[in-house]
């Protein structure tokens, strides 16, 4: 990395992992960071991941320069509740996924091109009517936004999607 490209203003989507002690108003604390000082929040997924340390996990996938992704990690570091912080997107090989579930409602050639496409996809059919497909798909966002996108012709009528989640690659615990 060049000394330059640190300051770049170009805007950045990273993914991070936030562990924290599992508690009332956690969430709320790590919500009003980013609320508080303007910053961008794409999705946002909790689970709990440790009963027995009552740990849970936050997945924040954020948007902006540079600097200010490295403002934001420094922040969540300072926040009391929490014990780790990991920018998936710097620190390596990550593996991201979400799921979504796709309405679409239509019929004759629409809805064949519906399930032509959704098959494409490996997405799968978990409901169906005589007007209508719920579609469950599971990737990359990317992979999720497109297949959206091809079934906004075909008659998309709602999507629901649970954000995404994260972990890192390798035998490590975070």
Known sequence: MHSTDYHSDA?????MSVLVDNEAGVLARVIG???GRGYNIESLTVAEVDAEES???ITVVTSGTRMILEQIKAQLERLVPVRTVIDLTEEGDS????????KVAGSGEKRVEALRIADIFRARAVDS???SF???IVGKTSKIEAFIDLMQPLGLVDVSRTG????????EAM
């Open 11 to 15: 805007i950045e989507f990273h993914t």
């Open 33 to 35: 960071l980013f609320s």
């Open 55 to 57: 740990l849970s996990k």
């Open 95 to 102: 593996v991201e996924r979400e799921l979504a579930l796709v």
């Open 129 to 131: 009517t005589q007007e």
């Open 134 to 136: 719920v579609f469950e």
């Open 164 to 171: 995404v989640a994260a972990i890192a690659r390798g035998a």
